[in-house]
């Protein structure tokens, strides 16, 4: 199925691989480890394996929707497709409020890793940085993949100096010593599943993607197995350097693990690595904002405006801008961490109607020919979107009452919104 004329296919294997593994370690691993090992102990590296079993089964159903699928719509053509247009637009609407949200929040980790080097203001390094990345994506889809690729490999390769600090004291502690238990364990990957997630952003990229029908499902896949590897590896390296308690204790680990053994300059030198990943986090996240909105404009479900492109580099100049100008706004809130919780609620409810899509379309469906199609099943129902549906609902139901109110009220808005979409189901 071709694409809608514009989008320019620039995006082969490698890039979606890069790009996913980027958006996926993010900012999350680099201050989530220390809360992780408060709760897990020396058994932090078995809820890295926890939630990525959890993350595998709705990126499996991601993969077989994409196939499906392959637009920049993403999320929304999948729900449309399966449930009707409402609810396709209250998905849409969910997933750029995550997004603008999520990059604004991010930004702002961007600004408090950036003023220890050159003080300014959080909010207008937080501003300079969506700024200038708004600007890169307006460049076209093929320059903003290559700085991707640069930011993702410098994050990458902080992650490998923590895991090669700790290779000579492997052995030295009892890697499933827990001091909660298994309660523990479970409580850290309910945490740590946030730094799984971004992957489904992968999907956005369709429309830019050479043979996204194979190229897409195969690098989100390939994406969240490279980022589990050097998640488990760099859990395992953190507490042999240093004891869980000291780790849980300290607001920056990283840091507190490369200066024990490499000293200060090695800490300011992870500091630097935490600025490219928090700066390659906003990228992707506005990115893959702009794509689902210009995909919905496509379709009609936003202001047809949006879905205009540049003549010459093919970007959508307006819904990028748009996105960008957003986060912004967002981010001159300054302290988002209950609004960032609430993207949490989106994400969760966006997961469980995936892995719902799935299912339904496999007894709708069964005889449509699937370029990649999730393994396991039982009869007609598919074993891994299951577990995936049932595992992102008591992950949502495990939010806070305020945080489930306020994601119940935008979903609500949402709806209302959308309430002048024709009720139908296909494309």
């Known amino acids: 199925m071709a694409g809608i004329p514009g989008l320019k296919r620039e995006l082969g294997l490698l890039e979606v ?23 897990a102990g020396n058994a932090v590296w078995l809820s890295f394996v926890l939630s990525a079993a959890i993350a595998l089964c709705t990126g499996l159903s991601y993969a077989e929707l994409s196939s499906l699928f392959p637009r920049a719509g993403a999320e929304y053509d999948y729900v449309k497709h399966t449930f009707g247009r409402k609810a396709a637009f209250v998905i849409g609407w969910l997933i750029i409020f995550s997004g603008v949200i999520g990059a604004a929040t991010v930004a702002l980790g961007f600004a408090g890793y950036a003023a220890t080097l050159f003080p300014l203001p959080l909010f207008l390094w937080a501003l300079l940085l969506i700024g200038g990345i708004s600007l890169l994506l307006l460049l076209g889809i093929r320059i903003s993949a290559w700085f991707a690729i640069l930011f993702t490999l410098i994050e990458m390769a902080g992650l490998i100096v923590v895991i090669g600090l700790g290779l000579p004291h492997l052995g030295h502690v009892d890697y499933l010593a827990m001091p909660a238990g298994y309660t523990g364990v479970l409580q850290a990957a309910t945490l740590v599943f946030f730094a ?38 760099v859990a395992v390296a953190a507490v042999s350097v240093l004891p869980w308690e000291t780790l849980a204790a300290s607001p920056a680990p990283f840091a507190a693990i490369v200066e024990t053994t490499l000293g200060t300059t090695g800490a300011e030198g992870i500091t630097l690595v935490a600025l490219f990943a928090t700066a390659n986090t906003v990228l992707l996240m506005l990115l893959a904002s702009s794509r689902i909105t210009y995909g919905m404009a496509s379709a009609r ?99 806070d009452l305020q945080v489930l109110l306020i994601g119940g009220i935008l979903t609500a808005i949402g709806a209302a919104i959308g309430w002048r979409e024709k009720g139908g189901t296909g494309p």
């Open 17 to 39: 691989i890069l790009s996913g593994v980027g958006i996926i370690l993010g900012a999350g691993i680099y201050a989530l480890i220390g809360k992780a090992a408060g709760l």
């Open 196 to 233: 799984y997630i971004g992957f489904e952003d992968v999907v956005k990229l369709a429309e830019e993607t050479r043979r996204p029908r194979v190229n897409i499902p195969r690098g989100l896949l390939i994406a969240l197995a490279l980022s589990t590897v050097l998640y488990i590896l």
């Open 301 to 399: 479900a936003l202001p047809r405006i949006l879905a205009r492109l540049d003549a010459g580099r093919g970007t959508p100049y307006l819904a990028t801008l748009l996105i960008g100008i957003l986060a912004a706004v967002a981010a001159l809130a300054g302290d988002l961490v209950l609004v960032a919780r609430v993207t949490n609620f989106t994400l969760f409810l966006t997961f469980a109607t995936i892995n719902g899509a799935v299912i339904l379309l496999r007894y709708r469906e069964p005889a449509r020919d699937r370029p990649f199609r999730v393994p396991g099943s039982l009869g007609r129902v598919p074993l891994f979107p299951v577990v995936g549906l049932l595992s992102t609902v008591l992950l949502l139901w495990q939010l």
